[in-house]
């Protein structure tokens, strides 16, 4: 296999992982050999890493807090609070999570970026048979950082998994998940909200291989954009042929804040069996003036106005986190990053 010349990102990279093991000695080979992904890789087409990364040099370094090792067993009803920060810098690092039969666990990964980083993390999770994992990812401070979350979930049969993705965006933030769901009453959901001002990139790339019969998956993604922002979609669904009785269905609605907004989609069904319901739907459009005309008529700002529309057209997918006290913090959040972007 020939190697390419690297760019200062690239080499950067590579030798931060000098020597490393398991997934990052598998992402240092495929840089060393293939490089940054960019717009000529099919699944990268609208997030030209190597591009964004530019002439990031040295190495960083990637904080975790909230895990005492790289091997994580949580207990029943425990709440796994993560901490994930990329400092300026080339940076990576991986975790293995384990929900053990019969167990139910919350995982809350909040990420953070600074300005000249490119972060690599990726978590390795596996949720056995009868178990529960309900996932939360939150993408917040990184406002000209690169990170790059990506995931390889193991669903088990007669298991479920919940997760719930919010970003505000960054240089570019890429939140990318793959499951292997066994089907046999075992049950994927895959949310996603993503609110992106000027300048931000945000990318929810996901993906569901049905393997065997008799599984669920659902999938709800919104967004808003707003002007010299970009916001990404791609998911898939590969249901083979002994993934009979297969029930999938994915959504993605998001809203143009402005005409010079940006917002690329690519939602694909790919199915090998001839008994399941499957389907997928995808729209895009701009905020109804009609319903903005009334609210000022009524003596509500236009600016307020707009935010109230936003919040409640981006909403619904954060009523699937179980927790009040986090979904109310979530909201928050989308309420004070509203009163920036409005």
Same mark, same amino acid.
């Given at each position: 296999m020939g190697v390419i010349k690297p760019v200062a990102a690239e080499t950067a990279l590579i030798d931060a992982l000098d020597g490393a093991t398991g997934w990052l000695a598998q992402l240092r080979e495929a840089t060393r050999t293939q490089g940054l992904p960019t717009r000529r890789n099919e699944m990268w087409k609208w997030s030209d890493l190597r591009r964004a990364a530019g002439e990031i040099s040295g190495a960083g370094a990637i904080t975790l807090k909230g895990a005492a090792s790289d091997v994580l067993e949580p207990a029943d009803g425990e709440t796994v609070d993560l901490g994930i920060h990329a400092s300026a810098g080339a940076s990576a690092a991986a975790l293995k999570l384990t929900v053990k039969s019969g167990r139910a666990v919350t995982l809350?990964? @909040? #990420?953070?970026c600074d300005a000249g980083s490119l972060g690599n993390m990726h978590l390795d999770i596996t949720i056995e048979e009868g178990a529960r994992l309900e996932r939360i990812c939150i993408h917040d401070e990184a406002d000209q950082g690169i990170l790059i979350a990506s995931s390889k979930i193991d669903l088990a049969q007669h298991a479920k998994l919940t997760q719930i993705a919010l970003s505000f965006g960054g240089k570019l933030i890429r939140n990318e998940t793959h499951v292997m769901h066994a089907g046999e009453h075992s049950e994927a959901n895959l949310h996603g909200v993503y609110l992106l001002n000027a300048g931000r990139h945000f990318d929810y790339t996901t993906s569901v291989h049905h393997t065997g019969p008799g599984g669920v998956t659902r999938q709800l993604v919104k967004g808003a954009v707003a002007a010299h922002a970009r916001g990404v979609f791609q998911g898939k669904?590969?249901?083979? @042929?002994?993934? %009979?009785? &297969?029930?999938?269905?994915? &959504?993605? @609605?998001?809203?143009?804040?402005?005409? @010079?907004?940006?917002?690329?989609?690519?939602?694909?069904?790919?199915? #090998?069996?001839?008994?399941? %319901?499957c389907a997928h739907g995808n729209a895009i459009g701009t905020l109804d003036e009609t319903a903005l005309f009334y609210m000022r008529q009524r003596g509500i700002p236009l600016v307020q106005a707009q935010a109230l529309l936003i919040e409640s057209y981006l909403a619904e997918p954060l009523d699937f986190v179980t927790d009040e006290a986090l979904r109310d913090e979530l909201r928050a959040r989308l309420q004070q990053r509203l009163r920036s972007i409005s």
């Open positions: 809350v990964e @909040r #990420y953070g669904f590969k249901v083979d @042929r002994a993934a %009979q009785l &297969t029930d999938a269905k994915m &959504t993605h @609605r998001a809203l143009m804040l402005d005409d @010079r907004a940006e917002i690329d989609a690519k939602p694909e069904l790919e199915i #090998y069996a001839d008994n399941v %319901q």
